[in-house]
């Protein structure tokens, strides 16, 4: 039988449980009765890759060398040829960078979602020079918030007028246990958590962008005034290893847990009191959504897109960058009152159901694809 469906390539760096592949993976997932979603990973193909392959999805590997690397670019062109590939969506910059310089005389459509942005960030004018030779008058930018959208502009030389927003969502119902103090205590219970202890949840990869020297180091001030209080830590990667040197160095082994890669987010949120974010810089947070979706009031940073996600005083309590000793007051300030605490989780569910689910922004991508595809 004919698949008349026009076929989308998500083009990644890799298909690691992380924000912007998870999104690429649900997108695929959501929308498949009206496109056929290829993926093409420049790097590897990652655990989220192994489980879409299980899926049926179509899952390619172009195992891209250091550097530029235009054996890459060749691929990607072959790619678009073989497979029919009738649009190429690019989850950061060098994806981008790869299907535009591969696609070639061809007309094949890009569109370049924008998730987030390096610390520190800085403007090269080869790229911004080359960024103007990349983009086509039939591709399409998209910035998953105002702040990255700003750097967009400021350090790769996009026009304003060529970029639009389209937040992050995240599917409300798969993390709101609506307030069920059953479930709530079988959370508990699988993570051996005693009913009388606080807990801060934090979930991010092991990595320098995501500050969790900072986290550990605001946490065993907590912990100082606070013996009860518990922090989780869910994710992995290769700056692991320094963190659990630190947390011994720091005395708070009995206090700080380390769970490693976990699928069954909800239930560990709906286990914990308040969440934590450290980041040096982010765009909008995936894991942030979904804790407030889950009720949590948050103690972030106040960097890249977190302050559009957090409303101060209101939703969560934001504190500067690098700044352990405010961070960890704001900890206490929401682990010592549980009505704030409450206030903030109710008050953060709301946001996020009017203006960051997953239903409006996967509506808002496939109007987009129908009219790109529209002008081919």
Not at 15 to 30: C, K, P, T, W
Request: charged share 20%; proline share 3%; hydrophobic share 45%.
């Amino acid at each position: 039988m004919n698949d008349d469906r026009p076929v989308i390539a998500q083009v990644l760096h890799r298909l690691y449980l992380a924000g912007a592949e998870v999104l690429s993976a649900d997108l695929a997932r959501n929308l498949g009765d009206r496109f056929r979603f290829v993926f093409i990973c420049l790097d590897a193909i990652g655990l989220l890759g192994d489980q879409l392959i299980k899926e049926g999805f179509e899952v390619l590997n172009l195992k891209r060398h250091p550097g530029i690397d235009w054996s890459v670019a060749r691929c990607m062109g072959d790619l678009v040829r073989s497979q029919k590939i009738a649009l190429l969506h690019a989850h950061q910059y060098t994806p981008f960078f790869y299907a535009a310089a591969g696609r070639r005389l061809m007309r094949t459509p890009i569109l370049f979602t924008e998730h987030g942005r390096h610390y520190p960030d800085q403007r090269k004018i080869q790229r911004v020079l080359a960024n103007k030779l990349l983009l086509r008058r039939c591709d399409r930018v998209i910035s998953v918030g105002q702040f990255v959208k700003q750097s967009l502009v400021d350090y790769e030389g996009f026009p304003a007028r060529r970029i639009e927003t389209i937040y992050n969502g995240v599917d409300i119902d798969r993390f709101d246990w609506k307030g069920n103090q059953k479930l709530r205590g079988a959370a508990r219970q699988a993570l051996e958590l005693p009913s009388d202890h606080q807990v801060v949840l934090l979930v991010a990869r092991f990595h320098p962008v995501k500050d969790h020297q900072l986290a550990i180091r605001a946490f065993a001030r907590v912990v100082s005034k606070n013996r009860r209080a518990v922090l989780l830590l869910v994710g992995d990667g290769d700056g692991r290893e320094a963190i659990e040197n630190l947390v011994q160095a720091l005395g708070i082994n009995d206090n700080v847990r380390f769970l490693g890669l976990q699928s069954d987010i909800p239930q560990i949120m709906a286990a914990a009191d308040v969440f934590m974010l450290s980041s040096l810089s982010e765009g909008i947070s995936v894991t942030l959504l979904e804790a407030m979706a889950s009720g949590l009031p948050v103690a972030a940073t106040n960097v890249g897109g977190n302050g559009e996600v957090v409303m101060e005083g209101k939703t969560g309590l934001l504190s500067p960058r690098g700044n352990s000793e405010i961070l960890s007051r704001n900890l206490m300030a929401l682990l010592g009152n549980v009505n704030m605490r409450m206030s903030m989780g109710q008050a953060a569910q709301q946001w996020v159901r009017k203006c960051f689910t997953q239903e409006q922004m996967h509506s808002r991508y496939a109007a987009l694809y129908q009219e790109m595809l529209k002008t081919m």
